[in-house]
């Protein structure tokens, strides 16, 4: 059974730090790995998808690392601001195209 | 241009009581999902269609029914409300048919309250 993990569970850093968030699961037969954020009392927003044959993706601040062989993964987030406090949650699918998601880590930058 | 909506947002109801949740994709995804985000804000899969076949029933009670009368739709029917269904419900789709990309896209969610 499939069980992702997020550590730490909350974390709290100063504006225009690098930060950098830990997800790490238990099967490695992955088909992609998902970063979202979730905003207080809203939805999920996609943030980065990693397909099981890369190794990273980014997009404008965050860069998102996958290695599956180890079962973990990392979103770093550069040089943090107000905006990005939410709680960010990574999920993995499996063949049968279920998402497991992690427990989230709950980000806040302090201006 | 909402690419994943549900309606209601909101639901209060009393014990017993009979609910539905609706969901809509505009993305031409051809699978969809529905999870659970209880108070401890943890997400699991409840169901997911594809091609309006159910093709993942993760243990969840009989009184919970999803029906998808075509690709871009997926309800969710909940019969004789408890306590413990309070929770808030998050519809998503993904999958654009002929390609490899799974990526989901969720919807805004639907909190149940129940009384």
């Known amino acids: 059974k499939q069980e992702v993990t997020q550590i730490p569970a909350a974390l709290s850093v100063p504006e225009g730090e690098n930060l950098v968030l830990n997800c790490s699961f238990t099967?490695?037969?992955?088909?992609?790995l998902q970063w979202f954020r979730q905003d207080p009392g809203k939805g999920l927003t996609s943030l980065l998808l990693?397909?099981?044959?890369?190794r990273e993706q980014t997009s404008g601040r965050l860069n998102a690392s996958l290695d599956k062989s180890s079962g973990r993964s990392t979103l770093y987030i550069a040089a943090s601001q107000p905006g990005d406090s939410a709680t960010y949650l990574c999920?993995?699918?499996?063949?049968?195209?279920?998402?497991?998601f992690g427990t989230g880590t709950r980000l806040t930058i302090i201006p | 241009d909402t690419a994943v909506s549900q309606t209601p947002k909101y639901l209060v109801t009393q014990m017993g009581n009979d609910k539905s949740i609706k969901c809509e994709q505009n993305?031409?995804?051809?699978?969809m999902y529905w999870y659970k985000q209880d108070s401890k804000k943890f997400l699991k899969i409840m169901f997911s269609?594809?091609?309006?076949?159910?093709?993942i029933n993760e243990t969840v009670p009989n009184r919970f029914s999803p029906k998808s009368p075509d690709k871009a739709h997926l309800n969710l029917h909940i019969n004789s409300l408890e306590l413990g269904d309070s929770a808030v419900y998050f519809c998503?789709?993904?999958?654009?048919?002929?390609?490899?990309?799974?990526?989901?896209?969720f919807g805004p969610g639907t909190r149940l309250t129940v009384t």
């Open positions: 269609y594809n091609n309006k076949e159910l093709i």
């Open positions: 999920a993995v699918k499996v063949g049968n195209e279920k998402l497991t």
């Open positions: 998503a789709s993904s999958h654009v048919p002929g390609t490899d990309t799974y990526e989901q896209y």
């Open positions: 099967d490695s037969a992955i088909y992609n």
């Open positions: 990693i397909q099981s044959s890369q």
């Open positions: 993305l031409g995804h051809d699978t």
